[in-house]
């Protein structure tokens, strides 16, 4: 069964290029395409989709609407998916997405809209109630907390950062350890060695663990 999406993109260019993308899926149904976050709620309304596309800033307010929607989506839909578009990385609203819980929520900067693979990954992956966060937004958050002289983060060895990457994006131990071409055991102790240095409770649920990382990650320096 297909999944059905609801696309909203003020941008005529962007929208008509994500439309083309996945138009071009078997197992992707583009049910509506809107504008402003009005015709965003009714064609939630409407369409009950599996799965929203949507960018953060749209009429009427250019503000938060994206992320404004998704939230109301918790509420009213908590089974239906939320992949948000973002110009740039901007930490503060990929932690308002995930603050009830990054199961089914993605955060994926635009430029990705021109890899077809990687945005109908995403689509396919919060559809299926997993997590996605865009690489850069990571390594981003990882960099201005290592600022910080006395951060955790300066404890980390190369590949612990390289597995907190891997699991801020929402990965579990064996996709990880697929990635890095590491076993799964592997991976488990470095998982444990990340938490206990940053000092995060430990996580079983992968999606516990993006919203750990996250937080702790954007709380800034010090």
Not at 147 to 170: F, H, I, K, Y
Request: net charge negative.
């Amino acid at each position: 069964m297909a999944i059905r999406v609801v696309l909203a993109e003020d941008s005529y260019l962007i929208r008509d290029s994500v439309a083309r993308l996945l138009e071009r899926e078997d197992d992707v149904e583009l049910v509506a395409v809107c504008e402003d976050l009005g015709g965003l709620q009714e064609a939630i309304e409407r369409e009950r989709p599996d799965v929203v596309l949507t960018d953060i800033r749209m009429p009427p307010g250019n503000s938060d609407e994206g992320i404004r929607a998704a939230e109301a989506l918790r509420e009213t839909s908590p089974d239906t998916g939320v992949v948000v578009l973002s110009q740039y990385s901007e930490p503060h609203f990929a932690l308002r997405l995930v603050a009830q819980g990054s199961a089914g929520r993605g955060y994926l900067l635009k430029e990705r809209v021109s890899d077809a693979g990687q945005l109908i990954s995403a689509i396919r992956e919060v559809a299926q109630k997993g997590s996605v966060i865009d690489p850069k937004l990571v390594d981003a958050l990882v960099g201005a907390r290592s600022v910080a002289e006395r951060s955790p983060v300066n404890d980390l060895t190369p590949r612990e950062r390289e597995v907190l990457s891997e699991m801020a994006q929402g990965k579990n131990n064996a996709a990880i350890a697929n990635s890095l071409v590491l076993t799964e055991r592997a991976v488990e102790k470095h998982v444990g060695s990340i938490f206990q240095k940053l000092g995060l409770k430990w996580e079983e649920a992968v999606h516990r663990r993006v919203k750990a990382v996250l937080i702790y990650l954007s709380e800034g320096p010090g």
